[in-house]
């Protein structure tokens, strides 16, 4: 009797002990779920949306495996980040707390803010006023703005708010991107410390090294009406139209 108790509870920490290891491999190595906790990329993503990022659509680095262990340098099975990806990366003066941005300036591009509007390489990116955002959501701040529509050279388009007019954000210097490094920014533009700001107060110019991968697909959504215990008030406060959309 004791033999099989005492192989019984073998059996199950090798069962708990092998799906930790799979649940390992498949978030360094494939996908890993993030929440947004902040409004800086407000349209696209709102606070109290889930998500899955890719971790292999950019290759690996030291920082996709937990606990981003010195054990190599740059990446391996590197491909190419695109303008107008949404990323998710490890602020570059920690190495640590994780971002999420929206990838606009390669590597060899020369980046400014002008008035407001977007200029890559001298050239100002297509921007179009829409609808203005509206929301009505306990998790947000933000309930009214003006919204544009950017569409970047390569053709990708998606929304940017615009909260409080001219700010020092919207004249910047012309930022030339290193090799080796991105230029990032938020969607919500006047809400978002991005390559903008110096990574001593912002984030700077994004290493390479430090992107963990893609943000694909909106998996669960809540407005944060709803405590973990008042269980009547949970379907309330889903927000089921964001459940499995992509993110662009």
Request: charge should be neutral; aromatic fraction near 14%.
């Amino acid at each position: 009797m004791e033999k099989k108790v005492e192989g019984s509870l073998g059996e199950t920490l090798r069962t708990i002990g092998f799906a930790l290891l799979i649940a390992i491999v498949f978030r360094s190595f494939v996908y890993q779920p993030f929440n947004i906790p902040s409004e800086s990329m407000v349209p696209t993503l709102l606070v109290g949306d889930y998500l899955f990022v890719s971790k292999f659509a950019y290759g690996y680095s030291r920082h996709s495996l937990p606990f981003s262990p010195p054990i190599f340098d740059g990446r391996i099975f590197e491909k190419p980040v695109k303008r107008g990806d949404v990323v998710v990366f490890k602020l570059p003066r920690d190495n640590s707390t994780d971002y999420i941005k929206r990838i606009v300036g390669l590597p060899g591009d020369r980046v400014q803010m002008r008035d407001g509007v977007l200029f890559l390489n001298d050239q100002p990116v297509k921007r179009e006023r829409v609808t203005d955002f509206v929301a009505d959501d306990p998790n947000l701040t933000v309930h009214r703005a003006i919204q544009y529509r950017e569409t970047l050279p390569n053709g990708v388009s998606y929304n940017t708010l615009d909260l409080y007019g001219p700010t020092d954000a919207d004249n910047t210097p012309v930022f030339e991107v290193p090799k080796g490094y991105y230029f990032a920014m938020g969607d919500n533009r006047d809400n978002s410390a991005d390559s903008r700001l110096p990574m001593s107060i912002g984030v700077g110019f994004v290493p390479a090294e430090n992107l963990l991968g893609k943000a694909e697909i909106i998996t669960f959504s809540t407005d944060g009406g709803a405590r973990l215990w008042e269980f009547w008030k949970w379907l309330p406060s889903m927000r089921f139209s964001r459940f499995f959309k992509p993110i662009y």
